[in-house]
């Protein structure tokens, strides 16, 4: 079962913004089941990846437009990606070497910043865009 789902109450009016939250809330929960299904490390470790790779992506394409409009929000944003990719890569670093406990705590961390900074941070972002 599906960790979350999208709903409109995460959109945040953006397209390309929008259209990378539903592919990051599908990678959360992809690896969500992985889990679930007790695939293999390999296999876990491989989603999560993907999902930093995309994650990091996502952040670039946000910080792109946030310099393109001189954003004043923009260093206290940039902090928030920049921890959590810190925060993850520190969990990333656990699982590999074998704490799969871990496997349950990324989901639901990576499911309640994304739900967080979404409807937080994000929102302001594509305020501001507009
Ligand atoms: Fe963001």
Avoid: C
Avoid at 9 to 22: A, E, Q, Y
Avoid at 64 to 80: D, L, T, W
Avoid at 86 to 99: I, P
Avoid at 111 to 123: A, S, V, Y
Wanted: charged residues 25%; neutral net charge.
């Amino acid at each position: 079962m599906a960790l979350f789902t999208w709903n409109d109450d995460l959109s945040v009016g953006h397209t390309f913004i929008d259209d990378d939250h539903k592919k990051l809330v599908t990678m959360v929960n992809s690896f969500h089941d992985a889990m679930e299904q007790g695939r293999g490390r390999e296999v876990i470790g491989k989603v999560l990846r993907n999902l930093v790779v995309y994650t990091q992506e996502h952040f670039g394409r946000e910080e792109a437009e946030m310099r393109r409009i001189s954003y004043p929000g923009f260093p206290a944003h940039k902090a928030a990606h920049d921890k959590l990719i810190r925060e993850v890569t520190e969990l990333q670093n656990g699982f590999a070497s074998g704490n799969t406990l871990l496997t349950v705590k990324i989901s639901l961390f990576l499911r309640d910043w994304l739900l967080t900074h979404i409807k937080q941070t994000d929102k302001l972002l594509a305020a501001a865009l507009r």
